[in-house]
């Protein structure tokens, strides 16, 4: 009974981390919010919400410089993609701060509001294709 229990218990917080990791861009908004009044010099702002949004950003930086620096330098593109020309999602400068990712996202976020119920994780790649396109 009691390994039953356990396996009801390990479900349902796997199931709700799952949950979680599918935000839409309202949740986005309101943590890259809370990144923006903390950078501005608001003091009483959600940690978490903060966190959230620069790991975020964090998270599409690695992956874009991940795609940019080791996949294309391991795999010849060409013939595993037809000739296709893929390239980068976006072209970011040398270095950006998550707190300058934060605002970037949140400006993109806010200016696009009819879209606040898509996937959080495109708005974000979409504010950086806006903000750092690939010449």
Known sequence: ????????????????QLVCFAIDGKT???????AVQKMDGKTRVSGVRVGYCYG????LIDMNIFYNGYVQNLMDINTLYNGSGITSLF??????????????????????PERL????????????MEAFPCE
């Open 28 to 34: 986005l908004l309101e943590s890259c919010a809370a």
């Open 117 to 128: 119920r898509d996937y959080g994780g495109v708005l974000a790649i979409e504010a950086f």
């Open 56 to 59: 975020y950003v964090q998270g």
């Open 1 to 16: 009974m009691k390994k039953i229990i356990f396996a009801f218990l390990i479900f349902f917080v796997l199931a709700g």
């Open 91 to 112: 072209c970011l400068p040398q270095t950006i701060s998550n707190g300058e990712g934060a605002r970037i996202v949140f400006d993109y976020l806010r200016s696009n």
